[in-house]
């Protein structure tokens, strides 16, 4: 595998439902960001991870927590979700502290809660 | 409040022609900004980026202009392949973002290159 992967791809899932969502990088990259991309809006930040530490948590609801367990993993964990949590949850990794600022995404998952 | 702004939702344009995407931003404290390329179920894809220490930066086909008078900055394609058709995002950052890149989107411009 090459670049950031991201599963599952695609996820349906109820309201009082709990599953998680997963991200690898393989660039060797120290920080990582989950993104929501909801239709017609901007990506969004919602968390940062920079050395595995959380560095920016950009007042995303308590539904989704997220885990870092090291460089390479990021999971997002969700729990009792809205329907208008429905959206394209992106990953991305950077390498922070270089001066770069080009963050490399996985390809998404769609999350449809019902 | 959009920080960067991406104002035309579509462009179509002909193969062969020039496509000018372009961006807005509010925030004067930007100092880098990004373009990326995203096609259907796929993630952002990096494209080009401009420092504010310069107003043109070219890759091939595609070059950026910044105008940081005007706050404005603008992709340009060309020749335009039908390949190019995707969504375009313009992103911008600050300094004192912390050791990460923390990156502002705009809302993104469909480009449609027709053959």
């Known amino acids: 595998e090459t670049g950031v992967t991201q599963t599952p791809r695609h996820l349906v899932m109820g309201m009082t439902n709990k599953k998680s969502l997963k991200c690898e990088q393989h660039l060797g990259h120290n920080a990582m960001y989950w993104y929501k991309q909801s239709a017609k809006k901007p990506l969004e930040l919602m968390f940062v991870y920079n050395f595995k530490e959380q560095t920016e948590n950009n007042s995303v609801p308590s539904r989704f927590s997220p885990e870092c367990p090291n460089s390479s993993h990021l999971f997002l964990h969700l729990h009792t979700l809205q329907p208008e949590d429905s959206a394209l949850y992106l990953c991305?990794?950077?390498?922070?502290?270089?001066?770069?600022?080009?963050?490399?995404f996985g390809p998404g998952t769609r999350l449809t809660v019902t | 409040d959009q920080q960067v702004k991406q104002n035309s939702p579509s462009l179509s344009v002909q193969e062969g022609r020039i496509s000018i995407l372009n961006c807005d931003y509010t925030?004067?404290?930007?100092?880098?900004f990004l373009w990326y390329k995203k096609y259907p179920a796929e993630g952002p894809t990096f494209l080009i980026s401009?420092?504010?220490?310069?107003d043109k930066n070219e890759d091939g086909r595609f070059t950026v202009f910044l105008n940081k008078s005007a706050k404005h900055l603008s992709l340009h394609i060309v020749p335009s392949q039908p390949g190019d058709s995707a969504v375009y995002f313009c992103a911008a950052s600050a300094p004192g973002a912390g050791a990460n890149s923390k990156l502002t989107f705009g809302k993104g411009i469909t480009l449609s290159v027709r053959p």
């Open positions: 991305a990794s950077s390498q922070a502290g270089t001066g770069g600022h080009e963050q490399y």
């Open positions: 401009i420092s504010s220490i310069k």
């Open positions: 925030n004067s404290m930007f100092d880098y």
